[in-house]
């Protein structure tokens, strides 16, 4: 097996796999398993320092990013979407997909969203119901300084929907500081379990705006609203798969028993980073760079799969080209969550300057 030095899915702790490998009782009728994952979900908001409900649902990343738009959006509704990446982008899509109305703010995609650019743009049009923003836009390694965006977003009254699947547990994230209303994450990535979950914090303001809907929402399985209830009730929507949760809890232990977590991430980053503009290479951004990936330009004379197939086949190590506008261009190391530990980069770097060499 390679060792995965991917922006995602990433490798899981052992504890985490034998986690996963516990008895399956009943989740839909075992009344210990609706505390259990209550349990978790607050573990969760904990961690991410919110009094706002937690929810864990069955399916990867994206469903929690297509879920806020299914339930906020409704026919006609003006969604800002702040965009210098290839998920930024992507929100419009969910938008549209639900009947609402996208109005793209693009800006350059190798520098993070400027916060007094867009106060001055937000001063002449600020008519959105929500806005969209990713953390870290995994493609490029952008990070968006969240914990300005949001707060200027609120000033006006619009909600705030973020994407901070690649950021969460390697950046600081502070849910009700920043005033965010939608967070949603993933298990892949710094969370270091496998793919499979997605998990989202809901604000009270999030909460109101779909009860004062004019429409249902259109969606069932990307519906926060069907989970209202469900421990009261003792039901939940569809069967949650308790494999992964029983993981997803154990990976969620291990977070909140590492107290170096994030300087550790900062140290090897920097040291990521260091370490290729010493070798020539380039970094593909110019600033806004992730504690939790580092992206470079392909250097002239070789290719993305050329890099790729050698680290693979030859040094058993699995790094990731990229996608979209991108697809070619760039190599991506993921320095996440169990990634994000001195030896294997170290033996990552030593690779590459082998790769780069042959």
């Not at 210098?84 to 549209?96: E, H, L």
Request: glycine share 8%; net charge negative; with cysteine.
């Amino acid at each position: 097996m390679y060792k995965m030095m991917t922006p995602g899915p990433t490798q899981v702790r052992e504890n985490v796999r034998l986690a996963r490998a516990r008895e399956c009782g009943n989740p839909d009728i075992d009344e210990e398993f609706f505390d259990f994952y209550k349990e978790t979900c607050n573990l969760i908001s904990r961690l991410l320092y919110t009094e706002n409900e937690t929810l864990i649902l069955s399916g990867e990343g994206i469903l929690g990013l297509e879920a806020a738009c299914a339930s906020l959006t409704e026919p006609g509704d003006k969604v800002l979407v702040l965009d210098n990446g290839i998920f930024g982008k992507g929100f419009a899509d969910f938008v549209s997909l639900y009947g609402g109305i996208p109005q793209m703010y693009t800006v350059d995609g190798r520098n993070p969203i400027d916060a007094q650019a867009l106060a001055e743009f937000l001063e002449k049009d600020h008519d959105y119901k929500y806005a969209t923003l990713v953390h870290c836009d995994t493609p490029s390694g952008i990070l968006n300084d969240i914990g300005s965006l949001c707060p200027l977003l609120k000033k006006y009254g619009i909600l705030t929907v973020v994407d901070a699947v690649s950021s969460m547990f390697g950046e600081e994230v502070r849910v009700d500081d920043w005033g965010i209303d939608i967070l949603c994450g993933g298990s892949q990535k710094a969370v270091s379990a496998p793919p499979g979950l997605t998990f989202v914090t809901v604000s009270a303001d999030a909460k109101k705006a779909m009860e004062e809907r004019k429409t249902p929402i259109a969606s069932f399985y990307a519906n926060l609203q069907v989970f209202e209830g469900y421990y009261e009730a003792k039901w939940f929507p569809y069967t949650m798969p308790i494999s992964d949760i029983y993981g997803l809890r154990q990976a969620m232990d291990n977070i909140a028993a590492d107290k170096d977590m994030l300087a550790r991430h900062a140290k090897i980053a920097e040291a990521c980073r260091k370490s290729l503009i010493k070798a020539g290479l380039k970094l593909h951004l110019q600033s806004g760079f992730s504690s939790t990936v580092t992206v470079f330009d392909v250097p002239e004379g070789t290719t993305a799969q050329e890099i790729l197939d050698i680290m693979r086949k030859e040094h058993n190590i699995l790094l990731a080209g990229s996608f979209g506008s991108l697809a070619g261009k760039v190599i991506r190391i993921g320095h996440m969550g169990s990634n994000a530990n001195e030896k294997d980069m170290e033996e990552t770097m030593e690779a590459l300057l082998q790769t780069l060499k042959k």
